[in-house]
Each structure stands twice: as structure tokens, then as C-alpha cells.
């Protein structure tokens, strides 16, 4: 269940093909095929061995598209994906279990619990940053949950999208998966279809396009869009520490990362220390000549290169850090720019790239004040040996995830929810939070025909004397029992 590129097609044809292979899925969903734990299991578990078998290929198209370092391709989309795998068949059998809720007077006979549904067939979207992780990880929810699923990698990481392409279907139910392929056009004509749900992970502008379509069938959506994720460094402070942890953070994946740190805002004398141990870690991780580490990426098209140089020509810092550039090789060198102002080109929008503003703000809580001028993060950052600064900050804001003297890292654990917040997107997902995601929370009560004389309290006529009765057995003080 494999849609091809759609450019050589007779006219009418990729309409009618998405129609016939939608439907397949849907015919599966509806014959509950998806709905046995036994049959989760085994989808999750072939998913499991897809990763494993074919690891080496991974990391080829990853470094084809990116140019993306084993290390970071096994780190960010191999292990991250084996450990949500870990995670849904350690779990399943409970995450499936009804759940048993309190009852009063009225219910102490009735079974009343939540069970966990599959919506049906959904959409996921993928996005070609992290083209294996951030497509596989909302797919084994979706599986977990028991639905069918159309799964679109993205067009840019072509050599993901390829492999992604190739791969599904050797390991899933043809019946229940398919792979959708396509640029733009493509992608918004299959939107005209009716999903059950769409998940989308990518831009903002984007993601107004997928709202939109969804509303026309009133689906409901997951997004996972991103923001300017901004890091703040107050108080006691190790500089070279946070120097690593920053670099590290910022700059993998060439800084295509939807939670990387963003910009930078302290005071002038954390960044005249910082800036010295920047530089130093820099050389200290990818030598003297970055451009020749083999650890570090590139940017993943020369459209996204272009309007990275034209944020870095446009600034009125100063760089102080990098600043070298490749058109050619998609190269351009990790940059640190200071005396960067906050209507700066650098702060109009997420950079999603290797260049790093730093803000020099002396009160924190005028730094606090700045964030809440931008919209709301994916991720907040604050670098402090003082755990009060951490806990003012984390009080005083508000983003999809909060990670203190760290960065990214949060992202990693399936205990965590992961998603964002106004701007940076809504719903959540990762280990039993994607299960939720992709399942209807679907309230039950069952009862039977005893305490019919309780019940009458509720028929007319009605009475005050009948109404103070009932107003008591369906008070939550009357009983409280699972």
C-alpha cells in the first residue's frame, strides 16, 4: 500500500488511487482486525525489527539528506525510536486495561469505567529534520492504539522518504499502513480526504493549511510545530559547563531542531565569560576546521542555506563566533552574534539553523518580561547553579517542555510528554502520552435493574422531599469507591 510519486500519473488517477487505498484501510479498521492486543504487538514488534535489520541503511539516508553523523543518526533516530518501542510493548497490556473511576450512592452497582478506543484510520505528517524519529515515534502510538494509519514522510529528506518508503511495507500490514509520498500539491490533496486524525509535525504556516483542511471534516488534529526556544543564564553559573551543554544542544543537527536553543539573553558579564568558553568548546568538539569534522551537519537544502545567510546578513550584531559559510557544501560555520537587539533581524523569527544570538539583559526579570513579548516555546531553557532562578523561571513562563542547565535532552524520555503550547502547537505524545494521543477516551456505565426505588427518586412527580434525596446519593460524600 504504497502511493508512488504522483507527476507521470494519467490525470484523475492519484485521486482515484488514494481513494481505493483509503478505503482499504478504513475496510481493515472496520473489521476490528487492529483492535487484539496480539495483533498491536505483532505490528510493534516488526516495527522493532524494521530499525534493527536495516540500521546501517538509516544511517546512510540520514547522512545523504543532512549529512548527519552516526553518532547523532543513532542517538536521535535510532535509540529514541527503540526506546518508545521498548516502552509500548512493556506497557500495552495496561494501557488497554479499562480504568476504573470513583462512584457515589446513585452508581455503587454500576461498572464505570473509561475505555481506550482507536479513533480509525489517521494521517501523520512527518517533517525532514528528524525524518526517522519524529515520523516513527507518533506512528507506534498510533499502532499502540490500534488504528490504521497513512503515513507521509517528508519530500526534502529524500533519501529518508525513499527508505521510509521502501521499508514500511516489507514490515507492516499492507492492509492497515500505507505510505503516502509527495511534495505540496500532493500533500494538500490528500488533506481533502476525511481522516480520523491528523497529526503534523513542521511549520506554523503549514500547520494553518492542515487546520484548515481538517476543519472541513471537523478532524481533530495533533501539531508539533516549534517557536524561538529561548535560553536564559541568571545567577551562579559554571561557564565552561554551560558552554558545553549549550553547544551541544544548539548545534546538533546543524541547529535544525525544533527544540534547540534559540537565543541566548544574561547579563553583559556571564557573556563576556561565555563567549571565550563558546569558542573554546567549539574547537574543543569539531577542531580547528569545522567545515572538515566529520561531526557536524549540513544545512538540508539550499533554500533553507539562503535564508539562513540572508537572517545572518541582515543582523546588526556582531559575530564573534564562526560566521564561515559554504553555499556549495550547505555549510555554514556554528555562529555566536552579541550585541544583538531585540527587534533584531535574529529574533524575527525560529532560526532553525547554526547561529546563536546572545541578549545581554542585566535583570532576569526583564529577560523573564522579553519571553513573554514572543510567542509561546516549545522548550524554555535556564542555565543556574541557583535553584531559585530555575524555580522563578519556570513560575514565571510558559512553553510546551522546561529543561533546567540542560537542553534537548528532556525530549528523550517516553515518561515525558512532548508537545507544545499556543504557537508551538497543541496535544502531546511520546511512550503513554502517544497512546493517548491516538485514542478516544470513551466513558462507560453499565448498570443493571437493581435499586429501582433509588432511581425513583429521579421520576415525576417531583418533589422537594425527593430532590433532597437524590441531591445526597449523587454527592461525591455519599460514597467514593472504585
Same mark, same amino acid.
Given at each position: ?70 553518532? =547523532?543518526?543513532?542517538?536521535? *533516530?535510532? *535509540?529514541?525510536?527503540?526506546?518508545? !518501542? ?5 506497557? $500495552?497490556?495496561? #494501557? ?8 457515589? $450512592? ?41 488504528? &490504521? ?5 517528508? *519530500? ?6 525513499? $527508505?521510509?518508503?521502501? !521499508? ?26 476525511? /481522516?480520523?486524525?491528523?497529526?503534523? +509535525? ?28 529561548? &535560553? ?25 531542531? &525544533? ?6 539573553? &544574561?547579563?553583559?558579564? +556571564? ?33 533553507? #542555506? ?17 560566521? =564561515? ?16 537587539? =531585540? ?45 531559585? @532562578?530555575?524555580?522563578?523561571?519556570? *513560575? ?5 517542555? /522546561? ?9 528523550? !524520555? ?18 503513554? #502520552? ?9 466513558? @462507560?456505565?453499565?448498570?443493571? #435493574?437493581?435499586? =429501582? ?30
Amino acid at each position: 500500500a504504497v502511493f508512488a510519486p504522483w507527476a507521470n500519473t494519467p490525470s484523475g488517477a492519484p485521486c482515484k488511487r488514494r481513494a481505493q487505498v483509503l478505503e482499504r484501510l478504513r475496510t481493515a479498521f472496520e473489521s476490528r482486525v487492529t483492535i487484539p492486543e496480539k495483533f498491536r504487538r505483532t505490528q510493534l514488534t516488526n516495527l522493532m525489527s524494521m530499525i534493527k535489520d536495516n540500521e546501517e541503511q538509516i544511517v546512510n539516508a540520514l547522512h545523504k539528506d543532512l549529512t548527519k553523523p552516526k553518532f =547523532e543518526a543513532i542517538l536521535s *533516530e535510532v *535509540e529514541i525510536v527503540m526506546n518508545e !518501542l521498548h516502552c509500548a510493548l512493556s506497557n $500495552l497490556t495496561s #494501557w488497554m486495561q479499562p480504568e476504573y473511576v470513583s462512584k457515589n $450512592l446513585a452508581t455503587k452497582l454500576d461498572e464505570c469505567f473509561v475505555r481506550r478506543e482507536p479513533l480509525g484510520v489517521v494521517l501523520i505528517i512527518g517533517p525532514w529534520n528528524y525524518p526517522m524519529q519524529l515520523l516513527i515515534v507518533p506512528l507506534i502510538g498510533a499502532i499502540a492504539a490500534g488504528n &490504521c494509519v497513512v503515513i507521509k514522510p517528508s *519530500e526534502v529528506s529524500a533519501a529518508t522518504d525513499n $527508505l521510509i518508503t521502501e !521499508l514500511i511495507p516489507k514490515y507492516l500490514s499492507k492492509d492497515c499502513y500505507a505510505v503516502v509520498r509527495g511534495g505540496a500539491k500532493e500533500t494538500q490533496a490528500l488533506l481533502k480526504n476525511r /481522516f480520523d486524525h491528523i497529526f503534523y +509535525t513542521g511549520s506554523q504556516a503549514v500547520a494553518r493549511v492542515v487546520l484548515q483542511a481538517a476543519a472541513v471534516h471537523l478532524t481533530p488534529v495533533t501539531l508539533e510545530l516549534g517557536g524561538k526556544c529561548p &535560553c536564559l543564564i541568571y545567577g551562579r553559573v559554571n561557564a565552561t559547563a554551560a558552554a558545553h551543554r549549550l553547544v551541544w544542544s544548539k548545534f546538533f543537527n546543524a541547529g535544525q531542531s &525544533c527544540v534547540a536553543p534559540d537565543y541566548v539573553l &544574561c547579563s553583559k558579564a +556571564t557573556c563576556d565569560a561565555l563567549v571565550p568558553a563558546l569558542r573554546q568548546v567549539l574547537e574543543d568538539f569539531y577542531g580547528s576546521d569545522i567545515q572538515k569534522s566529520p561531526d557536524m551537519s549540513r544545512i538540508v537544502t539550499p533554500k533553507h #542555506w539562503t535564508r539562513l545567510m540572508g537572517l545572518l546578513n541582515r543582523t546588526k550584531g556582531k559575530v564573534v563566533v564562526g560566521g =564561515e559559510h559554504d553555499e556549495k557544501d550547505r555549510y555554514i560555520a556554528p555562529t555566536v552574534v552579541v550585541d544583538v537587539a =531585540e527587534d533584531d533581524a535574529l529574533m524575527e523569527e525560529e532560526i532553525f539553523g547554526p547561529i546563536l544570538p546572545i541578549l545581554t539583559i542585566e535583570s532576569l526579570e526583564e529577560s523573564i518580561k522579553l519571553t513573554k513579548t514572543k510567542e509561546k516555546p516549545l522548550a524554555f531553557y535556564v542555565f543556574s547553579d541557583e535553584s531559585s @532562578v530555575v524555580k522563578k523561571v519556570l *513560575e514565571n513562563s510558559s512553553s510546551g517542555g /522546561f529543561c533546567s542547565n540542560d537542553g534537548i535532552v528532556h525530549m528523550a !524520555l517516553p515518561g515525558l510528554p512532548f508537545g507544545g503550547v499556543g504557537n508551538s502547537g497543541f496535544g502531546h505524545y511520546h511512550g503513554h #502520552w502517544g497512546f493517548e494521543a491516538f485514542s478516544h477516551q470513551r466513558a @462507560v456505565m453499565l448498570r443493571g #435493574w437493581a435499586l =429501582e426505588k433509588l432511581n425513583a427518586l429521579r421520576y415525576p412527580p417531583y418533589s422537594d422531599e425527593k430532590l433532597s434525596w437524590l441531591r445526597w446519593t449523587t454527592s461525591p460524600k455519599s460514597c467514593s469507591i472504585m
